[in-house]
C-alpha cells in the first residue's frame, strides 16, 4: 500500500477510535447512546479534536453536528458518520466515518493551506440508531426532509422519558427539525464510510467494498388464526392448528429469498397462544422482515410470501392475516461516484467489489434528498456488529481511512469537473 503524497496520518485515526473508546465505553462495550451524557462527552471530545482547524462549527436544528472548512467554491463535499452507538455497542460502528472524515478534513486544510478548491464539511449526524426511542436515523431524516414529526412526537424511552423532553435537554426542539433542511444549501457530494456489519468482505479476503445502495425493506406482522383445542382429546386429522401453518412458513421464506443472489427473509419471532404444553395453538403471530436492493425482487418476494401463507392457512384449516409495521424503499447510490470509490478501493487494495448493504445508513437519507451519495465498507471481523467483540483488523482500518482520502480528492475533482 502506497500513501497518497498528503500529510494523511491513518495511525492517528486508529490511535483517536481508541481514544473515545476509552472515553466512552464500559466493559459491556460503548455507551454512546444518543441524547445522554456520554454521547454529549462524545461530541465535546470530537469538537476538541478540530480545535486550531479553520473550521466553522454548529448544530443544525435537528441536532446534527456540523464542521465546515470553507473552500474556493461553495459547493460543498460532506463527510458523514455518527458517533451514537447502541447500548453495550461497538467501537467503530458510526465513530469509524466520523474519526476518518476528521482525518480527511485535516488534510484538506493542511493541503491547500486552508482554501481546498471546494468546501468540505464533516457531519456527526445525531441519532443514528434509534436506540433509546426506536426511531432511527432521526438527524439524517430531518436533515433530507423525510422525518414526520407526528409519527414521533408520542415516543418515550424505557423509563418513560419523552422523546421531547430528551430532545430539549440537547437543546433541540422536535417543532424545529425540518429547519434542519437548510444544511442541504450547497452539498454537492456525500461520501460516508463504514464498517460492513457482516461477513461477505471477509469470506471473500477483501479489506475494502463499495456499497450498491442500501436494501429495502418489507416488515410485516402476520397472524394465523385456528382453533384452540385440548392436546389429548383433539384428533390430527379435526385440528386447525396456527404454529403448523406459521412453521411452514418460516420454512418457505428460505426458498422464496434464496432465488435471489442478495436478497434476505427473516422470521425473526413468532409467538403462539395459548402456548402451553396441552393446547393445540389456536393463534401464532409471526413477523416477517424482506430486504433487496432490487424493487422488483422486493415487490415478487412480498408477494411470493403473501401467497404462501394463504396457501398454508388453507392446508391447516386456518386463516392469516397481515399488517405492515414499517417499509423503505431501496435507495441506490450515485453511479458516477460508485465508479469513483471503486477506483479508489482498487488503487488502495488492489482489488474491489460492489455490494448492497442490508442495513440502513445515513447516506441512504442523503440520497433520497436528491443529493449524489455513496459508501465505502470496511471489512468486519466474523461479520458481528452492535456488539464490544465488534473489531476490524488495524491495517484494513488505516486503509480504510487512506481509500476515504482518496475517494474525497476525486470526489472534489468532480464536483469541480460536473457542476
Ligand atoms: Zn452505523
Request: net charge negative; aromatic share 6%.
Amino acid at each position: 500500500m502506497t500513501l497518497p503524497p498528503t500529510t494523511l496520518n491513518p495511525k492517528r485515526t486508529v490511535s483517536e477510535l481508541k481514544e473515545l473508546r476509552a472515553l466512552t465505553s464500559d466493559v459491556n462495550g460503548a455507551q454512546r447512546v444518543a441524547w445522554t451524557d456520554t454521547w454529549l462527552a462524545a461530541r465535546n471530545w470530537l469538537a476538541s479534536k478540530l480545535e486550531g482547524l479553520p473550521v466553522e462549527h454548529h448544530y443544525d436544528a435537528a441536532g446534527n453536528n456540523w464542521f465546515t472548512l470553507p473552500g474556493a467554491s461553495e459547493k460543498s463535499l460532506l463527510i458523514g458518520g455518527h458517533l451514537d452507538s447502541v447500548p453495550n455497542g461497538g467501537w467503530l460502528d458510526g465513530s469509524l466515518n466520523v474519526i476518518a472524515g476528521l482525518e480527511v478534513l485535516r488534510r484538506f486544510a493542511t493541503e491547500f493551506n486552508g482554501k481546498p478548491p471546494v468546501t468540505i464539511r464533516l457531519v456527526d449526524w445525531a441519532d443514528e440508531e434509534g436506540a433509546r426511542f426506536g426511531r432511527s436515523l432521526l438527524g439524517s431524516s430531518a436533515f433530507a426532509g423525510t422525518h414526520s414529526i407526528a409519527a414521533d412526537r408520542g415516543r418515550t424511552d424505557r423509563d418513560g422519558i419523552k422523546m421531547e423532553d430528551a430532545l430539549r435537554r440537547c437543546d433541540v426542539e422536535m417543532d424545529n427539525l425540518p429547519n434542519a433542511a437548510i444544511e442541504q444549501n450547497h452539498a454537492a457530494a456525500y461520501l460516508e464510510l463504514h464498517i460492513e456489519q457482516g461477513p461477505v468482505l471477509e469470506g471473500r479476503n477483501l479489506p475494502l467494498g463499495v456499497v450498491l445502495g442500501t436494501k429495502g425493506v418489507e416488515r410485516h406482522n402476520i397472524t394465523f388464526h385456528g382453533q384452540e383445542a385440548h392436546s389429548g382429546s383433539t384428533p390430527m386429522n379435526a385440528r386447525r392448528d396456527a404454529l403448523a401453518a406459521a412453521a411452514k412458513l418460516a420454512l418457505e421464506l428460505r426458498t422464496i429469498a434464496k432465488k435471489h443472489p442478495d436478497a434476505v427473509c427473516t422470521m425473526g419471532s413468532l409467538k403462539t397462544f395459548p402456548g402451553i404444553a396441552t393446547a393445540v395453538v389456536g393463534r401464532s403471530e409471526a413477523t416477517l422482515d424482506q430486504r433487496d436492493l432490487d424493487p422488483g425482487v422486493l415487490a415478487q418476494m412480498f408477494r411470493e410470501a403473501q401467497e404462501a401463507s394463504q396457501r398454508f392457512a388453507g392446508e391447516e384449516n386456518c386463516t392469516v392475516d397481515w399488517s405492515r409495521i414499517w417499509s423503505i424503499e431501496p435507495v441506490p447510490f450515485h453511479p458516477e461516484l460508485l465508479d469513483l470509490c471503486e477506483q479508489a478501493v482498487r488503487e488502495v487494495s488492489g482489488k474491489s467489489v460492489r455490494l448492497p448493504s442490508g442495513p440502513l445508513h445515513d447516506a441512504a437519507e442523503v440520497a433520497r434528498a436528491g443529493i449524489p451519495a455513496v459508501m465505502m465498507f470496511v471489512q468486519s471481523l466474523k461479520g458481528i456488529s452492535h456488539n464490544k467483540i465488534e473489531d476490524t483488523r488495524e491495517d484494513h482500518l488505516e486503509m480504510s481511512v487512506v481509500a476515504l482520502n482518496l475517494l474525497a480528492s476525486k470526489t472534489c475533482d468532480w464536483i469541480i469537473r460536473t457542476k
